[in-house]
């Protein structure tokens, strides 16, 4: 269904402290695999200090993601699926989080495509709320 390296860069964990360390665990694969520098995270931290938690894009799911010039140095994501969701600022409660990297436009948009054709797709959706565990969650993108 989807890049076979983003399937190595997902994971199911029980909980995260708060909304800032879900996001810090949804980055790390990124910056392990060299698609973002560490200060990529701070990027994004300062768009939400700046502009709230505009990752949100939908019920219970987030898109981390910031600027090129804070640190990308690749193009691809990485999924963070929290059995237990993190409540953000704004009372949100999140419990998927897909964080984006890009080196430019062009490759955000693509990315953003790609996943759309996914968080369209109710059924799968449903699986991935519904997953336990990190290998349930590979086995139903793949």
């Not at 399937?7 to 996001?23: E, H, T």
């Not at 502009?51 to 898109?63: K, M, Q, V």
Request: hydrophobic letters at 45%.
């Amino acid at each position: 269904m989807l890049e076979q390296a983003f399937c190595n860069r997902i994971a199911v964990v029980d909980r995260a402290a708060d909304w800032k360390d879900a996001i810090r665990l949804s980055v790390e694969p990124l910056i392990a695999d060299g698609l973002a520098e560490p200060r990529y995270l701070d990027g994004i931290y300062q768009n939400i200090a700046k502009n709230g938690d505009y990752i949100i894009i939908a019920p219970g799911l987030a898109i981390p993601h910031a600027r090129p010039e804070t640190g990308a140095k690749g193009t691809g994501f990485s999924m963070i699926k929290l059995n237990q969701p993190v409540q953000f600022s704004s009372g949100e409660e999140v419990g998927l989080l897909v964080a984006l990297v890009a080196a430019d436009a062009d490759a955000h948009l693509d990315m953003l495509s790609e996943l759309t054709d996914l968080f369209v797709d109710d059924s799968v959706m449903e699986h991935i709320h519904q997953a336990k565990t990190t290998k349930e969650l590979q086995e139903i993108l793949q």
